[in-house]
């Protein structure tokens, strides 16, 4: 399984991001697709996930600003994050978890965000 994460970079508070991954070598219509975040010295948290059911999980911190969409004909996962705050900047992880409980992840993509 490989996951290709894109999309990162630097924005000013208030603006907007939208990070995809793209899944390929495995059948991921089973899996939950999300994203995970690490920000220096922290460990690394559980920002979005969206299960194969169309179930969604979303983070406190990021309720009513992050979305979070696949397209399971694509095996694509995005997180379109707007109204970005100083504490989003994080290197942000794509993870794929299978029916098995294995999970796969992106090689990350540094989302900054500057005052």
């Known amino acids: 399984v490989q996951l290709q994460a894109s999309g990162g970079g630097l924005v000013q508070a208030g603006g907007s991001l939208t990070l995809s991954c793209a899944a390929s070598g495995g059948i991921f219509s089973r899996s939950a697709m999300g994203w995970y975040r690490q920000a220096r010295e922290n460990e690394r948290e559980r920002v979005a996930e969206?299960?194969?059911?169309?179930?969604?999980y979303l983070a406190d911190s990021i309720k009513g600003r992050f979305t979070i969409s696949r397209d399971n004909a694509k095996n694509t996962v995005t997180l379109h994050m707007t109204n970005l705050q100083l504490e989003d900047t994080a290197v942000y992880y794509c993870?794929?978890?299978?029916?098995?409980?294995?999970?796969?992840w992106g090689q990350g993509t540094l989302v900054t965000v500057s005052s």
């Open positions: 993870a794929v978890t299978d029916w098995g409980g294995t999970r796969y």
């Open positions: 969206i299960f194969s059911g169309g179930d969604i």
